[in-house]
């Protein structure tokens, strides 16, 4: 045999193994993208159980923050409205004492006068 005859019948059975080979490229290009795809989902999946935990853990703070605020706010309001009664305590005793005393300018002037307290019958 010629070496041309050798290679032609070399490149004859070659070419079955390359179609093969060509038949495994597109396979293990479909493979990559399948497996580029699975990579993102798995990614995608990671990063929501990650904001799923984050979450979980601020719910678990504002549980626990709310009642403290609540009971904070409830504290408060009692605060306030004590200080408020005793305002109005306050305000009571000066209004109180302002009309006594003008009730007693108002006798005296009454008496100083001899004019009669029209509001007395």
Do not use: F, W, Y
């Not at 079955?16 to 497996?35: E, F, M, V, W, Y």
């Not at 853990?57 to 403290?68: M, S």
């Amino acid at each position: 045999m010629t070496d041309e005859k050798i290679l032609e019948t070399l490149g004859q059975l070659l070419e079955p193994i390359n179609k093969r080979l060509d038949g495994q490229d597109t396979a293990l290009a479909s493979l990559n993208t399948a497996i580029e795809a699975l990579a993102e989902g798995q990614k995608d999946i990671r990063e929501r159980i990650a904001t799923k935990q984050v979450l979980e853990a601020l719910g678990k703070r504002l549980d626990t923050k709310i009642p403290t605020a609540t009971e904070a706010l409830e504290e408060n309001q009692e605060a306030a409205k004590l200080e408020i009664r005793a305002d109005i305590i306050n305000l009571n005793a000066k209004i109180i004492t302002k009309v006594q005393k003008h009730e007693k300018s108002i006798k005296s002037l009454h008496e100083g006068t001899g004019i009669p307290d029209p509001n007395k019958h």
